[in-house]
């Protein structure tokens, strides 16, 4: 019988230390997965990158750690730009995404030398040039395309099929018009595409289906318009596990074969073989993060038993948006035996929503009111998608690795929660 622990730390310390709800990530879990893809993918191919897709969960400590770690960033938004410079994060090592980019988000990747923009509209090649003339710069860009790929995923994390928001569509004239003038700019650098499939991809089928037409599109661009693409980048969504004790996906399922189709099909069109990039975020993040939460009370209805605890979509709205399953245990003797094993027992936050669900049905040793109880593999898109409704005070983030814990981010207090909030009369 023992109490969890999380990087050699004891769960219910920590929770003492630092209160609940609370964000524990293991470094030393991180760091085991940026070494995975140093070893298989970045060591194992020849010119080859890795981009960190930072909206599963940034914050500067952690924008250090992956700069430490020798990975990219992949940034989205101003917000996700200003943290990672804040950080010093090297400029040059970062890359912007997203398909509604500001003038203000194109104007500061340009100005501090951001590394790539990821074109995902016609008209962000006129505002990239602009800004590059103004700041004396080449930018170098890519355009993301969608391959036109159904991902069997939740509808909403797909992203590459017919009808998506993102990228290029691949028929029509919007593709070759933008590469077209992309080559004749002076300020623009147009390097090569960009897809991405769709998240927590468990299969490899629609990579594979998505890379065999990316690479059919790039031999067309390369008969029609003379354009050869020197980078490749071939998006994230690699799955992450949601029960600790079935074994993670290894990176290489993923990349194995794709560099493997890559090489052999460029091979067969007499391609150059572009610079592959991949740009992972919850497979480098999700296993390493669990949340502690305390027990405020249980309800035990007919045929269901609510765990109602101290937090809720407010730090993990995962389940509200897509169903997303965890998996939960009772700190105190974690390793003893579920219980409820005749009732429907739902963990459930304290916000007002009833679907306001944090695992629907829980397997868990029996609680009462006053335990801490653990989720795994809250890491990605959790705190990065935390809000404070019903003005919940956004949970603190502490970094563990060989027995020490370090607080990362604050927990919210209450004047932060009236923080800007003008009182005019
Ligand atoms: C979200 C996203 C990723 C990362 O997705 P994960 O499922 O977290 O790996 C990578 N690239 C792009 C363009 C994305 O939008």
Redesign the pocket.
């Known amino acids: 019988m023992a109490n969890l622990k999380w990087g050699g730390v004891d769960c219910l310390e920590l929770a003492k230390k630092f209160g609940t709800p609370l964000y524990v990530y293991d470094t030393g879990i991180i760091k085991s997965r940026c070494k995975e893809l140093r070893d298989t993918f970045i060591n194992r191919w020849d010119n080859v990158r890795v981009r960190y897709?930072s909206?599963?969960f940034l914050t500067r400590s952690m924008a250090k750690l992956i700069e430490h770690e020798g990975i990219g960033l992949?940034v989205v938004s101003l917000g996700e730009l200003y943290t990672a410079l804040s950080a010093k994060f090297p400029p040059e090592r970062i890359e912007m995404?997203g398909n509604a980019k500001s003038h203000d988000e194109i104007s500061l990747c340009v100005k501090s030398g951001v590394g790539r923009i990821i074109v995902d509209h016609p008209d962000e090649l006129q505002i990239i040039e602009k800004y590059a003339q103004e700041f004396g710069r080449v930018q170098k860009i890519l355009i993301r395309a969608a391959p036109g790929v159904d991902a069997h995923t939740h509808a909403y994390i797909a992203?590459g099929q017919t009808g998506s928001k993102f990228g290029f569509p691949l028929d029509g004239d919007m593709l070759p018009d933008s590469i077209k003038y992309a080559m004749k700019s002076e300020y623009l650098n147009l390097t090569g595409l960009h897809f991405?499939v769709g998240?927590?991809l468990f299969e490899i089928d629609d990579y594979l289906k998505s890379l065999d037409i990316i690479i059919g599109l790039m031999k067309k661009l390369k008969d029609s318009l003379n354009f050869t693409t020197h980078e490749l980048n071939l998006?994230?969504?690699?799955g992450a596990v949601i029960n600790p004790a079935i074994p993670a996906m290894k990176s290489s399922f993923y990349t194995d074969s794709m560099m493997k189709l890559l090489h052999e099909k460029c091979k067969a069109y007499n391609l150059e073989i572009p610079r592959a990039v991949i740009?992972?975020?919850?497979?480098i993040i999700s296993e390493s993060g669990i949340t502690l939460y305390t027990v405020e009370n249980i309800k035990s209805l007919t045929g269901i038993t609510f765990i109602a605890v101290n937090g809720g979509m407010a730090d993990n709205p995962r389940y509200a948006l897509s169903q997303a399953e965890y998996n939960a245990v009772r700190v105190k003797n974690f390793d003893e035996p579920v219980n409820y094993n005749n009732t429907q027992v739902s963990i459930v936050g304290k916000c007002c929503e009833s679907g306001d669900i944090l695992i629907e049905n829980a397997k868990i040793q029996e609680v009462k009111p006053g335990d801490v109880i653990a989720l795994y593999n809250t890491g990605?898109y959790t705190f990065s998608m935390s809000s404070s409704y019903n003005k919940l005070q956004r949970p603190a983030v502490v970094f563990v690795e060989n027995g020490n814990a370090k607080l990362v981010v604050e927990r919210q207090s209450l004047e932060d929660i009236t923080r800007g909030d003008l009182l005019i009369d």
């Open positions: 897709a909206k599963a992949d995404n992203t991405h998240s927590q998006g994230g969504g690699f740009e992972p975020g919850r497979w990605a």
